[in-house]
């Protein structure tokens, strides 16, 4: 019976060696290798936790390597060997900040939700926008020494441009259609290309800036109120009228002298009574020289000129002396009432 005893607490004793060993072991190897790690596996998936992350096989170093996400999902995060970069095969969203050190390059459309930054770290640098051309590369700089933005090339603006400063502009400007200013325009010179042209007038009519027609030489400027100016030529006329029944006379009615000049255009003749028998001829001198090559004349029974005569000078200046003759007057009925008329253009 005691031996008996002693025997089973000798088994007793061995198979609690035996646990104990076989628990303490796996601690033994953990704690040795410094690494905590559980395992917990269901068909068909094995779900590893660790404390530090293992290196991916890259296999053959041929294919690339990747982290498969779901067998039927099949979404991958994959090292792409042909461009050497990280890629995902759907969307990434980030809750934090992106950061990085090399050049961000999008194949697609940018958009932001908020606002973006250019030169945000504020260094004293330009800050650049590059618009890439099949030509030449043109941009839209913030120049920090000048404090200003400027492009390097042509803005064209479909709706209205605005400032609240002034306008500075280094060389010549043009507008294709009316400049409205609600203050001063000043300068050395002003000059508006297509606006003034040689011979024209600048007014103002309802606020807005207008030009004339370009004039002629000798012409004058002619207001007409609230309408536009026009060009009109200066016109004068000198005339004699011999009162009576006509005779031939070297000293006939009055002498002129001109006060202004005048350019001859037309010449003309009339008669109150017309002449019978022979014509009325009649000769106009400037300084005691005839000014016709050809004397105007009345014919028979006519009260008027027919012939107005071909002059030899149209220049009646300021200061000549002008003076008419009669040559030839009606054999039978003189005629009567003698109108001399000079119609031309005045001189100032």
Excluded at 171 to 194: H, Y
Excluded at 254 to 264: N, S
Aim: hydrophobic share 40%; with cysteine; charged share 15%.
């Amino acid at each position: 019976m005691i031996r008996a005893l002693r025997h089973r607490r000798h088994c007793t004793k061995r198979s609690l060696s035996r646990v104990l060993a076989g628990l303490l072991a796996p601690m033994v190897l953990l704690a040795s290798t410094g690494v905590s790690a559980a395992t917990s596996s269901w068909s068909p998936t094995l779900l590893v936790n660790t404390e530090s992350f293992q290196v991916i096989d890259e296999g053959d170093q041929l294919t690339d390597v990747e982290i498969r996400f779901g067998g039927t999902l099949n979404e991958k995060l994959y090292w792409n060997r042909a461009p050497a970069r990280f890629e995902f095969t759907d969307d990434l969203h980030v809750q934090g900040n992106i950061t990085g050190s090399g050049t961000l390059t999008v194949s697609g459309e940018v958009k932001t939700k908020a606002d973006l930054s250019i030169n945000s770290d504020s260094g004293a640098a330009d800050a650049v926008l590059t618009f890439g051309s099949d030509s030449t590369n043109e941009t839209l700089k913030f120049l920090n020494a000048e404090d200003r933005f400027e492009f390097s090339d042509d803005l064209n603006v479909t709706g209205g441009l605005y400032a609240s400063g002034s306008l500075v502009v280094s060389n010549a400007s043009r507008f294709k259609s009316n400049l409205r200013v609600s203050g001063n325009i000043s300068g050395s010179l002003i000059k508006a290309n297509n606006f003034m042209s040689s011979g024209a007038i600048a007014f103002t009519s309802g606020g807005t800036l207008s030009r004339t027609a370009q004039g002629t030489s000798g012409q004058i400027i002619l207001s007409q109120g609230l309408s536009a100016p026009v060009w009109k030529t200066p016109t004068s006329s000198m005339v004699w009228f011999f009162e009576g029944g006509l005779f031939v006379t070297a000293t006939g009615g009055a002498v002129v002298t001109m006060p202004y000049g005048i350019t001859l255009g037309t010449g003309s003749l009339r008669v109150n009574v017309a002449p019978t028998g022979a014509a009325i001829i009649v000769d106009v001198f400037k300084d005691g020289t005839s000014i016709y090559s050809t004397k105007p004349q009345i014919a028979v029974s006519a009260k008027t000129s027919a012939k107005t005569g071909i002059f030899s000078t149209t220049a009646l200046t300021e200061g000549s002396v002008i003076r008419f003759s009669i040559d030839q007057v009606g054999s039978t009925i003189a005629g009567s009432g003698l109108t001399i008329m000079l119609n031309g253009t005045r001189k100032y």
